[in-house]
């Protein structure tokens, strides 16, 4: 009897060690919270085609999305937002408000824009932006609060797949020899013949699975949302990334936050096709093919046996780009002729090319670094779920630095979040640098300071267990 006595007792302290065990590994719940952050007045719009453009009127609704994680006593919120960037003047404040509401520290919000160019351009001071940042801290609260109030145990699934045809190099080389550098129709002389540098076409999928809810979808896509064309130019719009969004969520059964890619030199199919312009509704068929795929892809994800989440983030300081910001010194005639003859001018084209820039844009874009420091400081996030990598990246990555991540990653999939954090603005390649790419003329840093943030993203990656 003793004996049976010591093996029952033996058999529940096991037992109890085993549940201690998995208590401690702790279950992984998600929820998913979403508002609208639509303006209520006309705000001032960014990118394109370099004029000043202000909202006349929505074409589909601007949200937040919020996806909350929780294990144990840690929850991190993943935001997603329909808006060109994520400066920090609204970032900031807006954690704070958040946090403050929630109890969820500020460094466990992560917050990511669409960037999509029909929305405010929440980095310019405009009228009625105290009224919409109110708006805009009231929206990003609720849809904290409603994810968080939404947590259910879920399994996690991923997968990728490649698109066809989805996602283009911004950067085209012509028939005479020369370059096309941006997205706005500069095609000039010949035929388009080949990408300068890789496009990257992976769709990647985090399906958060939920028991008697609905299951929530993590999309990461590296395409570029310039939707500004035609009649379209001056209406509000999430893009091509909210009608991926809707169209999954109406045809997939499924709640979906989408994330922008590495995305920095990567365009849509739509915008070399014709004049290079978007018109009005060319975005939605974009979008719906994107959907397509992503709902085919659902049925082949791979289950993760063990979801344990961690987050790590470092400081990161790189150099200038003093070699621009130079070179605006022998500029100053492209603003002198620029002002005589008009900015879009044949003598100041002409002036701009002289002094190597292809418009007076970029010539003038340099002159607000001038006075910058020599260095410029910014933070590295990742997160981990199981063997799930995540990289924000507070700036615009270019693709090749986003395969070169995936790739060499040390994990099953590595899924890329840019234009978060404090947006830091655009990060050209070396290679985008030698061809004298637009956003080579008016990025903040050094040549050479994206292939050191992709071997540290790596780094910080395969550090994180």
Same mark, same amino acid.
């Given at each position: 009897?003793?004996?049976?006595?010591?093996?029952?007792l033996?058999?529940?302290?096991?037992?109890?060690?085993?549940?201690?065990?998995?208590?401690?590994?702790?279950?992984?719940?998600? !929820?998913?919270?979403?508002?609208?952050?639509?303006?209520?007045?006309?705000?001032?719009?960014?990118g394109?085609?370099?004029?000043?453009?202000?909202?006349?009127?929505?074409?589909?609704?601007?949200?937040?999305?919020?996806?909350?994680?929780r294990?144990?006593?840690?929850?991190?919120?993943?935001?997603?937002?329909?808006?060109?960037?994520?400066?920090?003047?609204?970032?900031?404040?807006?954690?704070?408000?958040i946090?403050? %509401?929630?109890?969820?520290?500020?460094?466990?919000? =992560?917050?990511?824009?669409?960037?999509?160019?029909?929305?405010?351009?929440?980095?310019?001071d405009?009228?009625?932006?105290?009224?919409?940042?109110?708006?805009?801290?009231?929206?990003?609260?609720?849809?904290?609060?409603?994810?968080?109030?939404?947590?259910?145990?879920?399994?996690? #699934? #991923?997968?990728?797949?490649?698109?066809? !045809?989805?996602?283009?190099?911004?950067?085209?080389?012509?028939?005479?020899?020369?370059?096309?550098?941006? /997205?706005?129709? /500069?095609?000039?002389?010949?035929?388009? =013949?080949?990408?300068?540098?890789?496009?990257?076409?992976?769709?990647?999928?985090v399906?958060?699975?939920?028991?008697?809810?609905?299951?929530?979808?993590?999309?990461?896509?590296?395409?570029?949302?310039?939707? /500004?064309g035609?009649?379209?130019?001056?209406?509000?719009?999430?893009?091509?990334?909210?009608?991926?969004?809707? #169209?999954?969520?109406?045809?997939?059964?499924? =709640?979906? %936050?989408y994330?922008?890619?590495?995305?920095?030199?990567?365009?849509?199919?739509?915008?070399?096709?014709?004049?290079?312009?978007?018109?009005?509704?060319?975005?939605?068929? @974009?979008?719906e093919?994107l959907?397509? @795929?992503?709902i085919?892809?659902?049925?082949?994800?791979?289950?993760?046996?063990?979801?344990?989440?961690?987050?790590?983030?470092?400081?990161?300081?790189?150099?200038?780009?003093?070699?621009?910001?130079?070179?605006? *010194?022998?500029?100053?005639?492209?603003?002198?002729?620029?002002?005589?003859?008009?900015?879009?001018?044949?003598?100041?084209?002409?002036?701009?090319?002289?002094?190597?820039?292809?418009?007076?844009y970029?010539?003038?874009?340099?002159?607000?670094?001038?006075?910058?420091?020599a260095?410029?400081?910014?933070?590295?996030?990742?997160?981990? *779920?199981?063997?799930? !990598?995540?990289?924000?990246?507070?700036?615009e990555?270019?693709?090749?630095?986003?395969m070169?991540?995936?790739?060499?990653?040390?994990?099953?999939?590595?899924?890329?979040?840019?234009?978060?954090?404090?947006?830091? !603005? @655009?990060?050209?390649?070396?290679?985008?640098?030698?061809?004298?790419?637009?956003?080579?003329?008016?990025?903040?840093? %050094?040549?050479?300071? %994206?292939?050191?943030?992709?071997?540290?993203?790596?780094?910080?990656?395969?550090?994180?267990?």
């Open positions: 009897m003793k004996r049976i006595f010591i093996l029952i033996t058999l529940a302290l096991v037992l109890g060690l085993c549940a201690c065990g998995s208590a401690s590994a702790g279950s992984l719940q998600a !929820g998913f919270g979403r508002a609208s952050i639509m303006p209520k007045t006309s705000v001032p719009l960014a394109g085609d370099w004029t000043k453009r202000y909202s006349t009127g929505e074409m589909d609704d601007l949200s937040i999305t919020c996806v909350a994680l294990q144990q006593e840690q929850t991190i919120l993943l935001y997603s937002m329909d808006l060109i960037t994520a400066t920090d003047n609204f970032v900031d404040p807006t954690k704070a408000a946090s403050k %509401a929630t109890g969820v520290p500020q460094e466990n919000i =992560l917050m990511n824009a669409t960037h999509t160019h029909s929305a405010p351009a929440i980095r310019n405009f009228d009625g932006v105290v009224e919409y940042r109110e708006l805009f801290f009231k929206a990003a609260v609720q849809a904290a609060t409603d994810a968080i109030a939404d947590l259910a145990k879920a399994e996690v #699934y #991923y997968g990728s797949t490649m698109t066809e !045809g989805m996602a283009f190099v911004r950067h085209y080389l012509l028939s005479d020899g020369s370059y096309a550098g941006s /997205n706005f129709g /500069n095609f000039e002389n010949g035929e388009i =013949l080949g990408h300068s540098t890789e496009a990257d076409g992976e769709l990647q999928l399906k958060l699975a939920r028991k008697n809810k609905k299951d929530v979808l993590l999309m990461s896509f590296p395409a570029h949302a310039t939707f /500004n035609g009649s379209a130019q001056t209406k509000l719009s999430a893009d091509f990334p909210g009608i991926a969004r809707a #169209y999954v969520e109406e045809h997939g059964d499924v =709640l979906t %936050a994330f922008i890619g590495a995305a920095g030199d990567q365009i849509s199919r739509s915008s070399i096709e014709g004049e290079g312009k978007f018109q009005k509704d060319e975005y939605r068929p @974009y979008g093919a959907g397509k @795929y992503a085919d892809a659902l049925g082949n994800l791979v289950k993760m046996k063990n979801a344990g989440m961690a987050l790590s983030t470092v400081t990161f300081t790189g150099k200038s780009n003093k070699e621009k910001v130079e070179k605006f *010194l022998e500029a100053k005639s492209v603003v002198a002729v620029a002002r005589e003859y008009g900015v879009s001018a044949p003598e100041t084209i002409a002036a701009a090319r002289e002094n190597g820039f292809s418009s007076y970029e010539a003038n874009a340099v002159k607000n670094r001038i006075s910058a420091p260095t410029r400081s910014m933070e590295l996030r990742v997160m981990k *779920l199981g063997n799930l !990598g995540f990289v924000f990246a507070p700036y990555m270019f693709s090749t630095q986003g070169y991540i995936k790739n060499n990653a040390d994990c099953d999939m590595t899924f890329i979040v840019t234009n978060s954090e404090g947006d830091m !603005g @655009y990060m050209p390649s070396r290679k985008g640098i030698e061809i004298g790419s637009y956003e080579a003329c008016v990025t903040d840093f %050094a040549p050479g300071t %994206a292939e050191t943030l992709a071997e540290e993203f790596v780094k910080l990656l395969d550090a994180v267990k």
